[in-house]
């Protein structure tokens, strides 16, 4: 039988996994875009891509990122979150 407290585990450790290949694969667009803009001689489309909407999906990602500013609550947030409680203590509240 699976407690709350093992299913949460479980949760957590697949959104750990989830966070990473985020991580990966936003890299990968990275290069991929910068790429095809160096190919096209068009440099403007990938800091354009840089400058807005791939910003915007690594800020909501995580705080690990060179932009000024972030979001308020990021995914990696949300796991720590969910893994220590909002106060950042898992001593109350949480799965039993």
Not at 2 to 30: A, F, K
Not at 39 to 44: A, G, S, Y
Request: hydrophobic residues 35%; without cysteine.
């Amino acid at each position: 039988m699976t407690t709350d407290t093992d299913r949460l585990t479980e949760i957590l450790e697949d959104l750990d996994i989830i966070l990473n290949e985020m991580n990966d694969h936003i890299g990968e667009v990275d290069a991929l875009v910068r790429e095809a803009a160096t190919l096209r001689d068009e440099p403007i489309i990938y800091d354009r891509a840089k400058g807005y909407w791939m910003a915007q999906i690594k800020m909501a990602v995580s705080d690990d990122h060179d932009y000024i500013g972030g979001a308020s609550i990021t995914f990696a947030d949300t796991i720590s979150e969910l893994r220590y409680g909002e106060d950042g203590d898992d001593s109350e509240g949480g799965a039993e």
